[in-house]
């Protein structure tokens, strides 16, 4: 198995065998396992990471997992995108080394009745409308690392609350990953990408383009006026979501990345992060300052 061409990509199903492959690379002690976890559907910004890891790492391992424990709602884990048979192409493309493919089953059991909670983080933001959204990614999360093993784990800041929290159960449960958070990959319009917006239609995903651009209204004006408030720049980022017809916002708020803490008189440090939704599509992203 060790001696296996590096460049042939290998599908895993097993956890089991993806666990003892991992632990035959650990053993061996020259290797490190630089891994990317997703729920596929396969876009630009999976793969910046993924190339990411191929720069930080000997072994790159890719998953691939619809998890539905971070689903609040059964009808958004239904229509989630899956598009496998291109990914795995994708994947060949790139020359990872391995894809860690279970099925559900492989990876809870009926009675699966284990849970890792970061308790404080998870409550802002999106934890606020995602009931257990978190828990179920930091759950599934610390599974694949179990399994998995890497030394090394890449992931968006697109999802920057996700990556806050993690960081925070790594660091808590001294978890021996070293983790990367990985700019967020854009249109050229600047829409994040993601794999909700396969479900936006041309007219929605216009639309959608403007919510990178009211980060950066928000971001410019922090940056040319002394002293505004934070309430101040998120009207504003209201206002102009409003005029291009964003119905519903989430919510818009100004943060402080290592506590989350909202701030009243923003800083450097600080994130705007939007959450809305286009016809029935939510879709989330942030700017630092
Ligand atoms: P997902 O498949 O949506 O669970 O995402 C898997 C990983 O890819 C997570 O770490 C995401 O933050 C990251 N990701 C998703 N979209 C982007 C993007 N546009 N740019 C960079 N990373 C991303």
Redesign the pocket.
Known sequence: MMSKKINSLQIIKSAKRMQSISLLIKKSGRRTIAF??????L?E??L??IKKAKKVGKIVVVSIFVNPRQFSEKEDLDNYPSSIKDDIKKLRILKIDYLFLPQINEIYNPRFQTKVIVEEFQKHLCGISRKNHFDGVTTIVLKLFNIIMPDVA??????LQ??IIIKTMVRELNINVKLIC?????EKDGL????RNNHLNPKEKQIAAGIYKGLKLGKNIFMTSKNITSKKIVKLIHSFYRDLGIKKIEYIEIMNPDDMAYSIIPSRKDFIAVSVKIGGTRLIDNVEF
Do not use: E
């Not at 990317?36 to 559907?41: E, L, R």
């Not at 994040?192 to 794999?195: I, Q, R, V």
């Open positions: 990317v976890p997703t729920m596929g559907a876009h910004g999976h910046a990471l890449i992931f968006g800041k697109k999802d996700q990556f990985h700019k967020t990959i854009r994040a990408m993601s794999s």
